[in-house]
């Protein structure tokens, strides 16, 4: 495809450039054209630099660029063979790669590894947690811990702005208080509601004596001294109070005008009420404002040695995540070897979506393109995520720097992806409401069917009685959305096919309903869903709050606390086992039983006792299987997976059920016991960890999603609904700003949350940069469209509403959706499909090449490589006997006892509140032996719990040592027998991974330690690696 003008004025500008590209206009193409002109102009791909902000972005712009080359230039087979090794890639990965190339200047270990984005949640939750346990009674004393821990959460989301945040003091802050209260009382006096009544109040007066006229002198009076900046609270004081009661006809030359006046003196108190419940107005230092200045040191030291304990932890385990990335990238960057070594290498910046990139980014690409050509490609009007830390201003100043510089300010205008009366719509629609952000675009091609082709709905409900609930209001307006995809469906409305580049008729995968949450998403599915019309609802949401999420939770939780009622009684009614209410509350009446689990065992019922085995199955299991194997059995012996294939949105449960086994496997880490991973799990919800539900693969089917998730997609169709619903007011405990400081929001005597001057002033800060981004939220979910958009809404007025009302005005009428009772009640979901029959499984031979395993993994190879693959593979655990979990219940206590040094019995049952007191006594008994014991003196010190991972050709060992000393590796058994060779591969592999020369194991119980020496070690070694050849030849 050739350039368009606009377009090769961009690729091949000869020095830096920055451009902003409207949406659909062909960036990337005119990126893939910037890159091969300066291949020509003679760099190397080693010596340009793409950086995007999502790998799928990265893969295309590559993919783009090696096509641009075999088409305009295949002889060059050096640049193809380099093109692949170029560096093409997003923000963080070249940050680590950075951090790798320059590991003592970064301050990072040589061999990290890098936490994915679930990986960096679960262990910031539990690191954070040990973090705050150490923080000492002194610093609660000053701040409690449940704000501490929101603030730290807060600081660790943004280290450097928080950092540079704590460092600011009131001298700082105090001139924007200032100049915030100023701007406030200025933009009253503008405000055209002021204007207007003081216009009307001015020229107009009553008999002397009329109440309406006094009140008419004391709005005078109010005006006046506002205007004059004179005591201005008591003159909004006195505005505010103005009473509109009273006022005789006779005492006005007319009855209108008397009307007007109270028009006037009504519009003029509702505006000032708005000021003053904004708080910029009267905003004043108070005392909330020295005693969050007192507790500022408290936090900053909380908040360093929260940092140095996660510095130490990521050291010890060499791991880093993504935030670490572009602080210890700017760290090596610091250096003038370390910029000048990049500035000779990496000569050609291209940077992709510059609009989403955030201060500190901007940071890091200050310091590594100094001495670079640039090509900085943008949208103002796309900047989206200002919930990152995303900063449209970053794009702006760096454009008007490139151009003080003598780079050149381009446009890319035409649209490839709309035809030209939809973007005519979407111009008119958008100038009055973007404003001098505002860029026209153009568009080619012809629209593929009639108009109208962008509409506007919203539910009106007129005079009805009772008024509708909004929900109802919401229910109506996604079967209006329903009805809309079904006819459009129906008719076989010809929409633009872009493969082929021609006219065929809509299928569903043509259609998008895109809205601004997830939350309403559910609602519009079912409708749709309803008339036999296929949904993929792709994410969305936290994967925790999922019903069979809980589900699998409500089960952990009993098998690690049988007494645990809501836990049983939310399994019992659940998919595992669906026992009705009726015969709950039967059980509930049994006498003589304390808990539900006593009540189960009591009953006769052959419903129950079906359930009562399934359950003893499952806790006698638990000694010896992981989470994830007990949930994969019970899974099997309840059909619980069979049941949700067989309910509505099947596809959507059965993704949520295999995500959350994903994540209780990461949960593990070496520790398999549920009990571990039950309290990992109640952090992660206490915490309130979102995790994103796993994507779905995409099909013929309406698209529902979010606007930030459609970001660089297209249909056909885009139906944007629940434009009124009202924003989600912010909760936040802190705010921070790098350049004022740090506020909070605390709580008075009366429990009632208060908010200092400065906290005021972030939190207006912020509300200026929501409202800016909400209309560039809009303009996104918009420009998605190529043929026809929809826009839809459950109120007349509101919101989004109100802020497309501009444009919409005089240009596209809002048309009415009756509403209608009978339209409440949601469609029955069609039922899922019966599955055909799965075809035999063929066993094949089991391969141990590409897995990651625990580190035990390899002793259950080696007894038995069938068990291995039925276990480790296909995920069944078999039948095991065994009737009691007390030899790991006091495993798991002693090895609490070690690790946090606990020596008293009434601290360790703490960890263990419904365990017998002789058994954690006997815990506590075992723990003494390891401190007493003489045998054991010389492995006492060292790093506890110290988790790790190995690659032994394909396959990743994951672990986690009781203790790492000097030169050693223990492992601390309370095993009834012992025998040392049975753990040799797991003794083998932490000292592997530690380079330690010696592992023991100390069996307490026969108060023994056993130790592989370094000959021992080098010998189980080359058993691993035959066993490991053997099971990948195998």
């Known amino acids: 495809m050739s350039l368009t003008v606009e377009q090769a004025k961009a690729a091949y500008a000869v020095g830096s450039v920055s451009v902003t590209a409207g949406a659909g206009t062909g960036k990337t193409h005119m990126l893939a054209e910037r890159y091969l002109y300066h291949l020509q102009s003679g760099y190397s791909p080693l010596e340009i630099v793409a950086v995007t902000f999502t790998e799928k972005a990265a893969a295309e712009l590559r993919s783009r660029v090696r096509q641009t080359i075999l088409q305009q230039a295949p002889e060059q087979e050096g640049w193809i063979a380099e093109v692949e090794a170029a560096p093409i890639s997003t923000f963080h990965a070249l940050a680590a790669r950075i951090c790798r190339e320059q590991f003592e200047a970064a301050n990072v270990p040589a061999d990290f590894r890098l936490l994915d984005d679930l990986e960096g949640k679960l262990w910031r939750v539990e690191q954070l947690a040990i973090a705050l346990d150490e923080l000492t009674p002194d610093v609660y004393a000053n701040v409690p811990y449940s704000l501490m821990r929101v603030v730290l959460e807060a600081f660790l989301d943004d280290p450097l702005n928080a950092a540079a945040a704590l460092n600011r003091t009131r001298t700082d802050w105090l001139p924007e208080v200032e100049r915030c209260r100023q701007v406030a009382l200025d933009n009253l006096l503008k405000h055209p509601t002021w204007i207007q009544a003081r216009q009307v109040l001015d020229s107009c007066a009553g008999a002397v004596g009329d109440k309406l006229e006094s009140t008419r002198q004391t709005a005078i009076a109010g005006i006046s001294s506002l205007e004059q900046g004179e005591d201005v609270l008591t003159a909004l004081t006195a505005i505010d109070k103005l009473n509109l ?114 201060p ?429 958009l929809i826009l839809t809404a459950a109120e007349p007025s509101g919101n989004g509403l109100s802020i497309l009302q501009p444009g919409l005005e005089g240009q596209f009428p809002i048309q009415p959706i009756p509403f209608d009772f009978e339209r409440v009640t949601p469609g029955i979901a069609v039922e899922p499909s019966i599955p055909q029959i799965p075809p035999t499984m063929l066993v094949n031979s089991t391969q141990l090449g590409g897995l990651e395993l625990p580190v035990t993994a390899l002793t259950a190879y080696a007894r038995c490589p069938k068990q291995f693959r039925l276990q480790y593979i296909d995920g069944h655990p078999g039948l095991k006997t065994g009737a009691s979990n007390r030899g790991a219940e006091i495993g798991s206590l002693t090895h609490r006892a070690l690790e946090k040094n606990i020596s008293s019995l009434e601290n360790l049952h703490q960890y263990q509140p419904d365990l017998p007191t002789e058994q954690v006594q006997e815990a506590l008994d075992l723990a003494n032996v390891f401190w007493r014991s003489p045998t054991y003196q010389p492995v006492r010190h060292g790093d506890w719990e110290y988790a790790l991972q190995l690659s032994v050709g394909l396959i990743t060992l994951n672990g986690s040592a009781d203790l790492v000393g000097a030169d050693f590796v223990l492992d601390i058994k309370t095993d009834q027998a012992q025998d040392p060779e049975d753990y040799r591969f797991q003794l083998w592999a932490y000292a592997k991974a530690t380079q330690k020369t010696k592992a023991h194991i100390a069996f307490l119980r026969h108060d023994t330690l056993h130790t592989f020496a370094s000959t021992d070690l080098q010998t189980i070694g080359a058993e691993v690696n035959e066993l490991v050849h053997e099971g990948k030849s195998s």
Not at 326 to 351: G, N, S, T
Not at 477 to 488: G, K, M, S, W, Y
Not at 630 to 636: E, I, K, V, W
Not at 740 to 766: H, P, T
Request: negative net charge.
């Open 360 to 788: 500190i980014q901007g940071q890091f690409l200050e310091q590594l393109t100094a001495q670079a050509i640039l090509t900085l490609v943008g949208d103002e009007k796309q900047s989206i995520y200002g919930f990152r830390r995303a900063d449209v201003r970053v794009f702006q100043e760096w454009r008007d720097r490139l151009q003080a510089l003598g780079g050149e300010v381009l446009s890319l205008t035409q649209s490839f992806r709309t035809h030209q009366p939809l973007i005519h719509n979407i111009n008119t629609l958008f100038a009055p409401v973007l404003e001098e952000l505002h860029q026209n675009l153009d568009a080619k091609r012809e629209a593929p069917h009639e108009g109208p082709h962008l509409e506007v709905f919203a539910v009106t409900p007129g005079d009805i009685d009772p008024k509708p609930k909004i929900e109802q209001c919401r229910s109506v307006e996604a079967q209006h959305i329903a009805d809309v995809v079904e006819r459009l469906l129906k008719e076989q409305v010809q929409v633009w096919d872009k493969p082929t580049r021609s006219l065929r008729a809509i299928q569903p995968g043509d259609i998008a309903v895109l809205s601004r949450t997830w939350d309403p998403l559910e609602g519009y599915g079912q409708a749709i869903e309803s008339r036999g019309i296929p949904i993929l609802q792709a994410g969305g949401g936290n994967l925790l709050e999922t019903r069979e999420a809980k589900d699998a939770v409500a089960l952990l939780q009993f098998l690690a606390d049988p007494s645990d009622d809501l836990a049983l009684v939310t399994c019992l009614r659940s998919p595992f086992f669906a026992v009705s209410d009726r015969t709950l509350l039967t059980l509930s009446q049994l006498p003589a039983a304390k808990t539900w689990w006593q009540r189960l065992k009591q009953s006769n019922e052959l419903e129950i006792k079906q359930v009562v085995e399934t359950l003893h199955h499952l806790l006698r299991e638990r000694e010896a299987e992981p989470p994830t194997r007990l949930l994969q059995l019970a899974d099997r012996l309840t059909g619980y997976t069979a049941v949700i294939a067989n309910l509505p949105g099947c596809d959507r449960r059965l993704a949520d059920w295999r995500g959350f086994l994903d994540v209780v496997r990461q949960l593990e880490l070496g520790m398999a016991d549920v009990l571990v991973v039950v309290r990992r799990l109640k952090r992660l919800i206490n915490y309130e960890v979102s995790i994103p539900r796993p994507a779905l693969a995409a099909s013929n089917s309406v698209a529902l999603m979010t606007i930030h998730a459609a970001k660089g997609l297209e249909w056909s169709v885009v139906i944007v609904p629940d434009l009124t619903r009202q924003s989600a007011s912010s909760t936040a405990s802190v705010r921070f700003d790098p350049d004022l400081g740090v506020s909070l929001k605390l709580e008075d005597e009366a429990g009632e949350k208060q908010k200092s001057a400065l906290y005021i002033v972030l939190e207006q800060q912020q509300k200026q940069q929501d409202a800016a981004e909400a209309k560039r939220l809009l303009y996104v979910a918009l420009t998605r469209a190529r043929d026809r």
């Open 245 to 358: 009661q009273g006022g005789s006809q006779k005492n006005w030359s007319s009855k209108e005008l008397l009307e007007e006046v109270k028009a006037a003196i009504k519009a003029l108190r509702e505006t000032v009420r708005e000021v003053l419940k904004a708080g910029l107005i009267t905003l004043q230092v108070t005392e909330l404002d020295d005693q969050i200045e007192s507790m500022q040191p408290v936090l900053q030291m909380a908040f360093e040695q929260v940092q140095a304990h996660l510095r130490e932890a990521k050291r010890q385990q060499r791991v880093l995540d993504f935030n670490d990335l572009e602080v210890h990238a700017l760290k090596a960057l610091e250096r003038p070897e370390v910029r000048e070594y990049y500035a000779k290498r990496w000569r050609v910046f291209l940077i992709d979506e510059f609009q989403d990139t955030n």
